[in-house]
T-cell receptor
Framework: GAGVSQTPSNKVTEKGKYVELRCDPISGHTALYWYRQSLGQGPEFLIYFQGTGAADDSGLPNDRFFAVRPEGSVSTLKIQRTERGDSAVYLC????????????FGPGTRLTVL | GQQLNQSPQSMFIQEGEDVSMNCTSSSIFNTWLWYKQEPGEGPVLLIALYKAGELTSNGRLTAQFGITRKDSFLNISASIPSDVGIYFCALTGNQFYFGTGTSLTVIP
């Protein structure tokens, strides 16, 4: 597709479960970013990739969160032992290069932990 | 972390009115971006500013990168109902900081 896509669009899970959120960036974009957005807040940085490697994961809140991008395209954000406080919209963005100013965002995955 | 403050936090205006919102940072950055986010959607880039003092327009939207490189404003002229949404400024470094957002409601 022409834009960044994310699946699923909504995910409801129970506390303690494991979830995976997927991001398909724009074709050819080498940089990929994950953000978390809580209600009424701006997006909060989690991690970004340049190619296959995580260039900066300092925004990940704790070791329950992990993200991969094995082939430098699709990325998966993984959350173990989910907690209610993990409920948020998880946004993915991509840009042509790391230094490119324009990030293009996907529609997000709304995660609800019951 | 980086402090990015936007004001006002929310605005309720009549259709046809002009809108102005601004954003200030605690540090100097080289690129300012303005995004609009509608409910259930990711942010969409409106305008990018790359140079201090730069004034850029995109249709009814005009944005300026402050001379000090620590602030920016976004103006929307002749607002219409579809301008409703949350407007975020953003600074691009590796982490890409977002402002606190300005929620805009346009009353027909």
């Amino acid at each position: 597709g022409a834009g960044v896509s994310q699946t699923p669009s909504n995910k409801v899970t129970e506390k303690g479960k494991y979830v995976e959120l997927r991001c398909d960036p724009i074709s050819g974009h080498t940089a990929l970013y994950w953000y978390r957005q809580s209600l009424g807040q701006g997006p909060e940085f989690l991690i970004y990739f340049q190619g296959t490697g995580a260039a900066d994961d300092s925004g990940l809140p704790n070791d329950r969160f992990f993200a991969v991008r094995p082939e430098g395209s699709v990325s998966t954000l993984k959350i173990q032992r989910t907690e209610r406080g993990d409920s948020a919209v998880y946004l993915c963005a991509s840009s042509l290069t790391l230094i490119s100013g324009s990030r293009f965002f996907g529609p997000g995955t709304r995660l609800t932990v019951l | 972390g980086q402090q990015l403050n936007q004001s006002p936090q929310s605005m309720f205006i009549q259709e046809g009115e002009d809108v102005s919102m601004n954003c200030t940072s605690s540090s100097i950055f080289n690129t300012w971006l303005w995004y609009k986010q509608e409910p259930g959607e990711g942010p969409v880039l409106l305008i990018a500013l790359y140079k201090a003092g730069e004034l850029t327009s995109n249709g009814r939207l005009t944005a300026q990168f402050g001379i000090t490189r620590k602030d920016s404003f976004l103006n929307i002229s002749a607002s219409i109902p579809s301008d409703v949404g949350i407007y975020f400024c953003a600074l691009t470094g590796n982490q890409f900081y977002f402002g606190t957002g300005t929620s805009l409601t346009v009353i027909p």
